[in-house]
């Protein structure tokens, strides 16, 4: 794997370690930094995933954008789509007052998160 792709996908991991352990907290959870996590996971392999094929990443945190160059190399990366959308609301507006994830927003954002880490690393060699 080349050195930056390598350093997008540690960066991703560690994000989705912090989603992960986040999630299970008993005493005064933080949904929406589980929630923000998982965003940033799932772009930061995203964008080492295009890097690898050699696709340029846009600048964005939309993750439909993001998935949509990848899509004619893997096809079945196309089921993801609905999902990313959903999650790429997690990127800017969770962090400021007006929007709040719940509980049910982490879980299955999280669930989302492995289904498609999954489908990702699969791809890299």
Known sequence: MKGLVKEWIEKAEADANTARREVQ????????????????AIEKYLKGLLLKDDLAPSRTHDLAVL????????????????????????????????????KA???KAVAIMERAIKAFLNKFP
Not at 27 to 33: F, G, K, L, V, Y
């Open 67 to 102: 998935l949509n160059p990848l899509l004619n190399r893997y096809p079945d990366l196309k089921k993801l789509h609905d999902d990313m959308e959903w999650i790429s609301a997690f990127a800017v507006e969770i962090r400021y007052p007006g929007e709040t994830a719940d």
């Open 25 to 40: 907290v008993v005493e005064d959870p933080n949904w929406d930094a589980v929630c923000f996590h998982v965003q940033q």
């Open 105 to 107: 927003d982490a879980k």
